[in-house]
T-cell receptor, first 113, second 111 residues
Framework: GQQLNQSPQSMFIQEGEDVSMNCTSS?????WLWYKQEPGEGPVLLIA?????ELTSNGRLTAQFGITRKDSFLNISASIPSDVGIYFC?????????????FGAGTRLTVKP | DTAVSQTPKYLVTQMGNDKSIKCEQN?????MYWYKQDSKKFLKIMFS???????INETVPNRFSPKSPDKAHLNLHINSLELGDSAVYFC??????????FGSGTRLTVV
C-alpha cells in the first residue's frame, strides 16, 4: 500500500515559535489532509488540500499540496500551549465507492510556555 | 449530539475472550471505517464499508469480523483475543466529501 513518510517524529518548542512539518509519499494522492489528535480523542481535521500547488490557511495554520502530488507541509505560526498534540498528514485517493485515506506516522508537538 | 460515537470507550478483557465494539454515526454518511492505532500512534486502516457493503479489507486476522446492519452502524467483533490486539480502535465515517469524521476511540487492553 501507499507509504507516507512524515517528519519530524517529534518537536519540542517554546511558545511563540513557528513550527514546520512535512509529509512525502511514493504515490500520488488526490487530496492531502492534516489532522490533529489530542489525548483520549480521535483525529480532528485541520486543513484539506484539493489541488496540486494549493496553499491554504486556517488561522495560524498554513498547508501546501506539493506540485508533484506526492508531498505536503504544514506550518504553525506563533505556537501556543494548546497546539500540543499529535499532527498527522493523510493522503486520500477517491476511487469507486471509497475514499481511501492513509496516514503518516504523526509528529508529536510539545510547546513549552 | 455526537457525530460518530463508539462504545465502550475502555475495554479490558482476558486473552481468548470474544468482544465487540460498536459504532454509530448520525451524519448520514455512506462510508464507515475501522482504524487501529498502535502504541506508537500509527493509524492503520482495517475495514471500510460503503452502505453496508465491504469495500476495503486490509490484511487483518480473520478473528476480526466487521458487521454493518445498516449504513449508520459498523460494529467490530473480535474472537479469541490476543495480547497483540491491545490498541485503540477508531471508527470513522465519510460522506463523499474529503476528510473523515472520527469517533473518540475504544481503548482495548488484553491481559
Amino acid at each position: 500500500g501507499q507509504q507516507l513518510n512524515q517528519s519530524p517524529q517529534s518537536m519540542f518548542i517554546q511558545e511563540g515559535e513557528d513550527v514546520s512539518m512535512n509529509c512525502t509519499s511514493s504515490s500520488i494522492f488526490n487530496t492531502w489532509l492534516w489532522y490533529k489528535q489530542e489525548p483520549g480523542e480521535g483525529p480532528v481535521l485541520l486543513i484539506a488540500l484539493y489541488k496540486a500547488g494549493e496553499l491554504t490557511s486556517n488561522g495560524r495554520l498554513t498547508a501546501q499540496f506539493g506540485i508533484t502530488r506526492k508531498d505536503s507541509f504544514l506550518n504553525i505560526s506563533a505556537s501556543i500551549p494548546s497546539d500540543v498534540g499529535i499532527y498527522f498528514c493523510a493522503g486520500q485517493l477517491k476511487w469507486w465507492k471509497n475514499n481511501d485515506m492513509r496516514f503518516g506516522a504523526g509528529t508529536r508537538l510539545t510547546v513549552k510556555p | 449530539d455526537t457525530a460518530v460515537s463508539q462504545t465502550p470507550k475502555y475495554l479490558v478483557t482476558q486473552m481468548g475472550n470474544d468482544k465487540s465494539i460498536k459504532c454509530e454515526q448520525n451524519l448520514g454518511h455512506d462510508t464507515m471505517y475501522w482504524y487501529k492505532q498502535d502504541s506508537k500512534k500509527f493509524l492503520k486502516i482495517m475495514f471500510s464499508y460503503n452502505n453496508k457493503e465491504l469495500i476495503i479489507n486490509e490484511t487483518v486476522p480473520n478473528r476480526f469480523s466487521p458487521k454493518s446492519p445498516d449504513k449508520a452502524h459498523l460494529n467490530l467483533h473480535i474472537n479469541s483475543l490476543e495480547l497483540g490486539d491491545s490498541a485503540v480502535y477508531f471508527c470513522a465515517s465519510n460522506g463523499g466529501t474529503y476528510g473523515y469524521t472520527f469517533g473518540s476511540g475504544t481503548r482495548l487492553t488484553v491481559v
